[in-house]
T-cell receptor, first 115, second 115 residues
Framework: AQTVTQSQPEMSVQEAETVTLSCTYD???????LFWYKQPPSRQMILVIR??????QNATENRFSVNFQKAAKSFSLKISDSQLGDTAMYFC????????????FGKGTKLSVKP | SQTIHQWPATLVQPVGSPLSLECTVE??????LYWYRQAAGRGLQLLFY??????ISSEVPQNLSASRPQDRQFILSSKKLLLSDSGFYLC??????????????FGPGTRLTVL
């Protein structure tokens, strides 16, 4: 069975600085997808970024980028130029390729961006 | 564009009462549909998923049931609520596996309090 671990329950960062959130996963699958979701105080889950396991290039979406280390089973999220609106819970999630799309989530990291 | 709706947004119910939460998706056909529960301060737990009308898969045996009477409608039910059913319930949809996109898109959620 797959598991996702986020070892940082809470983090804080100053506005405009850079922060990295950690995520590790355990799987024996070779075909899978990884995601980072953001849940602001409104509790709406918002997709931040996705990574296909077969791609070596790290995904990037504007100020958000990942460091995907397949051999180490690590998938960290880097947020550059942090903004107050980035304050949220961040969840790392795993999905087996070719499955019906069931996501396995980590327990989340609460990120606070301070002015 | 696709949108996903959930109602009600907030619900307070006594122990032993029935439950019906509804989720509908617009702008797509034959989506995979999912029900998740998020307990306070914790990650998301997949409860049910459906790949088509009348097709329901349960991930966690419990006091709840799900139904999909129409292609874009997903209902979460209970005959008798327990205190432990309190939480934040999220519905999500995803294009079927044959599609290239693999991410799930979430609704705004229902906050359920059982007293």
């Amino acid at each position: 069975a797959q598991t996702v671990t986020q070892s940082q329950p809470e983090m804080s960062v100053q506005e405009a600085e850079t922060v990295t959130l950690s995520c590790t996963y355990d799987t024996s699958e070779s075909n899978y997808y990884l995601f980072w979701y953001k849940q602001p105080p409104s509790r709406q889950m918002i997709l931040v970024i996705r990574q296909e396991a077969y791609k070596q290039q790290n995904a990037t979406e504007n100020r958000f980028s990942v460091n995907f280390q397949k051999a180490a089973k690590s998938f960290s999220l880097k947020i550059s130029d942090s903004q107050l609106g980035d304050t949220a819970m961040y969840f790392c999630a795993f999905m087996k390729g070719g499955s019906q799309g069931n996501l396995i989530f980590g327990k989340g990291t609460k990120l606070s961006v301070k002015p | 564009s696709q949108t996903i709706h959930q109602w009600p947004a907030t619900l307070v119910q006594p122990v032993g009462s029935p439950l019906s939460l509804e989720c509908t998706v617009e702008g797509t056909s034959n989506p995979n549909l999912y029900w998740y529960r998020q307990a306070a301060g914790r990650g998301l737990q997949l409860l049910f998923y459906s790949v088509g009308i009348g097709q329901i898969s349960s991930e966690v045996p419990q006091n709840l049931s799900a139904s999909r009477p129409q292609d874009r409608q997903f209902i979460l039910s209970s005959k008798k609520l327990l205190l432990s059913d309190s939480g934040f319930y999220l519905c999500a949809w995803k294009k079927a596996p044959r599609e290239m996109a693999n991410e799930q898109f979430f609704g705004p959620g229902t906050r359920l309090t059982v007293l």
